[in-house]
């Protein structure tokens, strides 16, 4: 068995979906979704020269040689692991299909059927579409979507309590909101807060408990915008709220924030978005500097490297909870992981805002997440295709369509 052809979509939706289609010679196709990066299909046309003529079933020793590739640029870590994240998962398609079992199966199987998610709800209004840079942009569904909402129908905090009622009405019993929208001048990171941005934020996380009540999860995220000091102040405010995880809280760079946060506070704190392979992880799982660890599994290094953190992060008592901003594609992807591991917590839902999210995914029943749960497959692979009908709608200008 060989891999013939590695080609690439990507539909413009709040981020770029960006999908990655392999070919093997028995006449089977794999589809894997890959986290946005700048240059990400480029660095995908390079490295498909590592895997082509080869066995798509050595899925680890080929991500191994991946990484080899990328590391004689330099990359140990870093964007070109977005790329190599969604080969692997389409090689994980590949291979399952071509074996007759669901990827859960190539991870060891399932601890759950079901698989929790969480809504992220962002702040005020979710709607949002940004470039691979984080830069705004309007394609036409945007627009189309903007017009539909209430303009400023309600201020903060009784915009968040409202979006935070909405999702629990469509089913979600776990919730995320950013802490940090609205806190002014955010150009540059560790600017020091005031009280008075504290008990704004501290207002919006009473508003949104009240509306759901204390049976519905809630975590915050602070995007590592803010110095330790006024996180310590932050977690001590949220203290009463009964906070899942504050996710984030400090910059990225120094794991001995997060401990001393840890230290200082009740509440439990979340990180790892921005992490790749299992040596990312390994001193905040050695030195418990956190509580949940959320691998995006759209980046992190592929679904058997999340297993391998997850295996590892069990050891320290720790829960895994993945980030997740993909398309339908990639949540179910992410779910296959998330069923097939002990330490689970509650996988991320970024998509309420798209209204054509449900829609690019075929072969399941939509929508794909139900009262907050999405029911794992058992068909072979990762149980679903792309519906390339709806998602070419959306497809990205100046990028090929699963073309050389
Ligand atoms: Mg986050």
Redesign the pocket.
Same mark, same amino acid.
């Given at each position: 068995m060989k891999i013939t052809r590695v080609t690439t979509a990507v539909v413009e939706a709040n981020y770029d979906w960006t999908y990655v289609r392999i070919e093997a010679d028995n006449g089977v196709t794999g589809i894997g979704e890959c986290f946005f990066a700048p240059g990400l299909t480029a660095m995908i046309r390079d490295l498909r020269n590592v895997i082509i003529g080869k066995d798509p079933r050595h899925v680890d020793r080929l991500v191994r040689q991946l990484q080899r590739a990328a590391s004689g640029a330099g990359s140990v870590s870093g964007i070109v692991y977005n790329a190599i994240t969604g080969i692997e998962a389409a090689l994980l398609d590949l291979v399952g299909k071509s074996l007759g079992v669901p990827i859960w199966q190539l991870l060891g199987g399932k601890f759950r059927d079901e698989v929790r998610i969480y809504a992220d709800c962002h702040a005020g209004t979710g709607l949002e579409s940004v470039g691979p840079t984080m830069e705004p942009r309007h394609p036409a569904w945007y627009r189309e979507a903007q017009t539909k909402l209430t303009p400023d129908a309600l201020e903060e905090p009784q915009a968040s309590a409202q979006r935070a009622r909405q999702a629990v009405a469509a089913g979600f019993d776990a919730l995320k909101f950013d802490l940090d929208v609205d806190t002014p001048s955010q150009e540059g990171q560790l600017r020091a807060l005031t009280s008075d941005e504290i008990r704004e934020m501290e207002s919006r996380v009473a508003a949104v408990r009240e509306a759901i009540g204390s049976g519905v999860d809630l975590a915050l995220?602070c =995007?590592w915008r803010y110095p330790l000091a006024d996180v310590i102040r932050i977690a001590h405010a949220l203290e009463p709220y009964g906070i899942l995880w504050l996710?984030?809280a400090v910059p990225p760079f120094n794991s001995q924030s997060f401990r001393t946060l840890r230290e200082s506070s009740r509440v439990p704190l979340c990180t790892g978005?921005n992490l790749f392979t299992r040596h990312g992880f390994r001193d905040l799982i050695e030195t418990q500097a956190v509580h949940f660890l959320s691998p995006d599994l759209q980046k992190v290094g592929g679904l058997l490297e999340g297993r391998r953190i997850a295996d590892h992060a069990e050891m320290y008592d720790l829960l895994i909870a993945p =980030?997740c901003i993909a398309s339908s594609l990639g949540l179910l992807a992410s779910c296959h992981l998330c069923c097939a591991i002990p330490n689970f917590a509650v996988l991320e839902f970024h998509g309420q805002d798209v209204p054509f999210w449900d829609d690019v995914l075929s072969g399941q029943p939509l929508p794909l997440i139900r009262n907050g749960r999405v029911t794992v497959p058992d068909a072979p692979g990762l149980g679903a295709e792309l519906n390339e009908a709806v998602a070419r709608q959306y497809a990205k200008p100046g990028e090929g369509w699963f073309s050389e």
């Open positions: 995220d =995007h996710e984030d978005e =980030h």
